[in-house]
C-alpha cells in the first residue's frame, strides 16, 4: 500500500533525481567538492520535505514543506549551471534534468497553493467558520476609516 507520500507522483520524480544526482557526485571532486555537496543536501531535501509536509495536518504547516521542497529544486537547477560552467558535465546533459526540476516544481508549486488539502465541511461540528489556515492573510485585513471628529482633536 506505501505511505501518503510514496503515492505521490512528485515525490516519485524526486526520487528518480536524487538517484541521478547520486550517480553523478561520485566523480565530482577537487574544485567541484563544495558544489557536490551542496548538491546532495539540496536535492535530498527535495523528497525528504515533500514526505514531512504530506504528513502534516494543517494547510499552512503542508504549504510550508511543499514550499521548501520547491526552493531545493530551483537550487539545484542553479547548483547544475554551476557544475556546467565549472566543466563537470554537459549543458545536454543537465538541461534534460532541469526539465525534471522544473516540473518538480511545478507540481509542488501546485500542491502548495491554497487550494491543495482534502477536508469536510466543519459546519456539523460547530465550528463555525474558523480560518482553518492558520498563516497570516494580508487580504484579510480591514483598513478603518479614519474616525475622528473635529470634536476629537485636541485643541491648542
Not at 18 to 38: F, I, N, P
Not at 49 to 78: M, P, V, W
Amino acid at each position: 500500500m506505501g505511505l501518503g507520500h510514496e503515492r505521490l507522483d512528485v515525490y516519485r520524480l524526486s526520487i528518480s533525481y536524487v538517484a541521478w544526482v547520486y550517480e553523478k557526485v561520485g566523480a565530482l571532486s577537487g574544485t567541484h567538492r563544495h558544489a557536490r555537496d551542496q548538491w546532495l543536501r539540496a536535492s535530498q531535501s527535495i523528497p525528504l520535505n515533500i514526505a514531512e509536509g504530506n504528513g502534516k495536518s494543517t494547510e499552512g504547516d503542508r504549504r510550508r514543506y511543499f514550499e521548501i521542497a520547491r526552493g531545493s529544486a530551483l537550487e539545484c537547477a542553479a547548483i547544475q549551471d554551476v557544475l556546467v560552467v565549472g566543466k563537470a558535465f554537459s549543458s545536454e546533459e543537465s538541461q534534460g534534468h532541469k526539465i525534471e526540476l522544473d516540473r518538480i516544481a511545478a507540481m509542488l508549486s501546485r500542491l502548495g497553493g491554497r487550494g491543495y488539502g482534502v477536508g469536510e465541511d466543519s459546519a456539523p461540528y460547530g465550528i463555525g467558520s474558523l480560518d482553518p489556515d492558520p498563516d497570516f492573510d494580508p487580504e484579510k485585513i480591514k483598513t478603518q476609516p479614519d474616525a475622528a471628529t473635529d470634536a476629537d482633536k485636541p485643541r491648542r
